[in-house]
Each structure stands twice: as C-alpha cells, then as structure tokens.
C-alpha cells in the first residue's frame, strides 16, 4: 500500500497542460475528478477535499485529494487525505463532510467494500487531520450491519452537524428502501464516534422521486432550512431534470425531534447541461458556501480523457434566498481574479462582436426587464445563450460533438436583469437574475474563440466585459517527498 501512496502523491505534481485545462477552476492533476467534498473553514483556511480516481479516468479507486486555500485563488495541494488502503474502504474512499473537533478538522466518509460476487456493503468511517495537515484514519462508526432494515447497502454520503439544541451530532445519509426508493437516514451522537439510528426523513418526496438519494445536505441559509439531495432515477418532464440524475432542493423548515422537513416544490440547482452532487459549507463569517462536480456519472467520454484526466469542480458559490428562492453568486474573492475592473459600453440593437479572452467575465444589465425581443450571446460556433423575452425563455444551445442538446428555463418575474457569466476555457457558467437560476456547462473547443457575438433585438442593455486570470496551486514541500 506504501506503493499505492507514493504513486498518488507524486501524480499531484504531474499537472497536464492541455488547451481544456481549466485556469480558475479546481480540476484533477491527472484521472478522474467528481465530488467535492469535506468543505471546511478552519482557523481561516478553507479546506477543499475531492472524490480523485489518480490512476484513470474511470470511477474507480477513490480517494479524497486535498486542497488548502485562504483566499480560493492560491491553493497549497496537500497529500492525499483518504487512500482505499483499508478493509473498510477498499473499494474506494467515497464522499463525505468534515467537522471541527477538539480543534481539528474531521473527515465522515463512506468506506465503499465489493466482495467477489460483487456485493456491496458500506461504512461510515471518521479521520482527523493533524496540524501538519496528514490524515489519520480513525476507523469505522456506523458499521455496515447497523445499516437498518429496510434498507439497502446504497447507503453514503455522511453530511455531519452540530445540533446547538440538543448538543448533539447529526449525520444525514443518502440511502435506498428494498423497494427500491430514494430517501434519507438521520443518525445522531453525542461524541460523533458512537452513533444511534434517529429515523428516515420526511418529505414529500420521500421515497417516490426516484430511486436513489446521494448526498443530501441540509443547512440553514437566511433563517430558512434547505435540504439539498441529488435524485436518481427522475424522469425528464418538458424542460424539466433533462440531465441523466438531477441535484435540486427543498426550502422550508426542519423538525429534528419528528426528522420532519415542512417544504415547498423540488426546485433544480442548475439548469446547465454539467453539475452534480453540490456540497455547502458555512464559513467562520456565517456565509453558507456551495461547490458542485461540474459533471455527472456517465459523462465520462470527454474530449480531455484522451490527455489524461476529467471532470472539475464549479466555481464556490455564495447562497442567499431571495423571493422564495435559493439563489447562487459567485463568491467575491473570485473578483481577485479580474485583470482590470468591469469595462462597461452600452449595448445597442443589433449585431455586435466582441473581442474576448479565453478567461473572462461578462454582464448584461436591463434596468427593465424588456418584455419583447430576443437576445442570443454566441460563445463560439458551438455554444450560445438565448433570452426569449416574449415567451420569458432561456435556452442553453451546445451543437457541438460532446453531447448536444438544449437546456432550458423560464425567467423569473423581476423589475430588472442581470447576467453574470463566468467564462473559463471549457466552461461556462451563467447566473441569471442574481444567481435564482444558473447554467452549468463544459465548452469544449475545437478552436480557441477570440469573439463573442452578440443579436440583440430588444431595448438596449449594458454590458461589462473584463479578462480573468488563473489561480494557482503550489505544492507544499512535505508533499514532494
Ligand atoms: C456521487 C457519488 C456518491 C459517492 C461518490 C463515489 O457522484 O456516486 O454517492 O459517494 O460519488 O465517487
């Protein structure tokens, strides 16, 4: 196993250098990236751990990468936290939260465990981080047989808090009924070492949306609780959960004595073609913080395979409810990565070219929210965003090789509109009308595009253009031994 740990801690210093590589991104230095996981803020660093195959671009061999970071633009790349090293997890280390403890940063996993005929059986597993930031395993604290009856081994996912009433540990867990419905466990503790069943969580969605659960998560955001989940096995209904598994939430509020959650409708993170299991975390300054896999299971034939590795993570994004509704932005440190301030130029009728970078953000201001025309932004040849403002539509259009299509949602009632869009090299994301919905998308090129064309047959808007730099990752010294 000493082997295994030497190869994936040298892999994190073989960075690849291709034209998809991502510049103010989180991506894999080289195999399989997908959720993010153990978000934390800890004596003002920010710890950033992720699901990392470092040996091909396949699900498989999961361990947790590690990243530090006290501004989300320059990153130390740490050892590799979790290594399958163990009976318990050696079929991969899979997703889970972090917690502080005694003054360190915790890890609640999932230990995944295949025997030869294939049978799945899952542990909850804890790990500390020491000062020097290595990870010690712990062990195991919800063992495969006190999974409950009922239930199937599709049991993951620990998302861990601290309950201030009851002064006791919380622990939701995506899991399966034997009927082969997705739903929710609670577990509860007093020392988050010694855990006890608490009950299935209750919603209305409980067990009838599909027929797995995986990574649920539920915080606080404006005095509003949200339960955050991604659901397997959700049929496409018009424009809505067009992607192969959905991520979405439920905004209301929760009962920990009854696990009962009184909430509104199923609403959709991300309205874009790539985003999956979003994980939250509340900095020390009270902001509730959201990072996403900018992927999803079984998208994994992307054009970067061939050079190695695939997947990223989003950008971080600030939550905040507004009208009802659980609304993204991207967090301000990322205005660090602007190289001049927003040049701003009003945008008339008609047909307009803009010269941009491979790296920029772009807004588009209404101060009213034109209620006739149309606007369509062109990224490239293979990309673009249409405002229909008649039928209050918004379209993502992707006619390029990797899986084309169009993702689509209904602009909300507001008195005006913005747009913020953050450009990287193969990705796109769209905030609209202050993040109350978003557009997710990898963009893969065949040619780097220089202009951005913009039709515009409505009243005349503003746009703000700026080009954006890359965050940087160094490599601690520990690290290259
Ligand atoms: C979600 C997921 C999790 C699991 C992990 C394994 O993408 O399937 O449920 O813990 O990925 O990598």
């Known amino acids: 196993m000493a082997v295994v740990f030497e190869t994936a801690a040298a892999l994190t210093h ?82 889970g939260s972090a917690f502080i403890k005694d003054d360190h940063v915790h890890l609640f996993y999932t230990g995944n465990v295949k025997d030869e005929a294939g049978n799945r059986q899952a542990y909850q597993c804890l790990a500390r981080v020491q000062a020097d930031q290595s990870v010690e395993k712990l062990g195991v ?72 659960w995986e990574c649920p998560d539920l915080l606080t955001v404006d005095n509003q609780d949200v339960l955050i989940f991604s659901p397997q096995g959700v049929e496409q209904q018009g424009m809505e959960y067009a992607n192969i598994y959905q991520s979405g939430y439920l905004l209301g509020s929760f009962d920990l004595p009854t696990a009962r959650l009184q909430h509104g409708t199923f609403r959709e993170l991300d309205r874009g073609f790539e985003f999956y299991a979003p994980q939250t975390f509340t900095d020390e300054s009270g902001r509730v913080i959201l990072l996403a896999w900018m992927g999803l299971p079984e998208e994994e034939a992307q054009p970067t395979c061939e050079a190695g590795w695939v997947h990223a993570l989003t950008v971080p994004r600030h939550l905040t409810i507004r009208d009802g509704i659980l609304c993204q932005q991207p967090i301000r440190e990322l205005q660090a990565l602007r190289k001049t301030a927003l040049q701003e130029q009003v945008l008339p009728s008609g047909h307009s070219e803009h010269t941009v970078s491979d790296c920029y953000e772009l807004q588009l201001t209404w101060d009213t929210l034109p209620t006739t025309g149309t606007c369509t932004l062109a990224f490239d040849h293979e990309h673009t965003l249409e405002l229909d403002f008649n039928q209050k539509l918004a379209t993502l259009r992707r006619t390029g090789a990797y899986l084309p299509g169009i993702r689509q949602c209904q602009l909300e009632e507001t008195t005006n509109l913005t747009l913020t869009i953050l450009k990287d090299t193969s990705s796109v994301e769209i905030f609209l009308q202050d993040g109350r919905n978003v557009f997710t998308a990898r963009t893969f090129h065949e040619h780097r595009p220089t202009i951005l064309t913009v039709e515009l047959a409505a009243i005349a808007a503003t746009i703000a253009y700026c080009e954006l730099g890359a965050m940087t990752i160094t490599h601690t010294e520990k690290g290259k031994k």
């Open 141 to 212: 604290v919800i063992d495969d047989c006190e999974i409950p009856e009922g239930y199937t081994r599709h049991f993951r996912d620990p998302k861990i808090w601290f309950d201030q009433e009851t002064q006791q540990w919380v622990t939701i867990l995506g899991a399966q009924t034997c009927q082969e419905q997705g739903t929710v466990l609670l577990f509860t503790s007093r020392d988050a070492m010694k855990w006890a069943f608490h009950g299935e969580l209750q919603t209305k969605y409980t067990r009838q949306f599909g027929y797995m």
């Open 14 to 95: 073989t960075m690849i250098d291709e034209p998809n590589r991502l510049k103010f991104h989180i991506q894999p230095p080289v195999g399989l990236l997908n959720d993010p996981n153990g978000l934390v803020q800890h004596h003002g660093v920010f710890h950033v751990f992720y699901q990392w195959n470092p040996w091909s671009c396949e699900h498989k061999n999961k361990t947790w990468n590690h990243l530090t970071t006290t501004n989300f633009i320059d990153f130390q790349q740490q050892d590799v936290a979790l290594l399958p090293t163990d009976w318990y997890d050696k079929n991969g280390c899979y997703s």
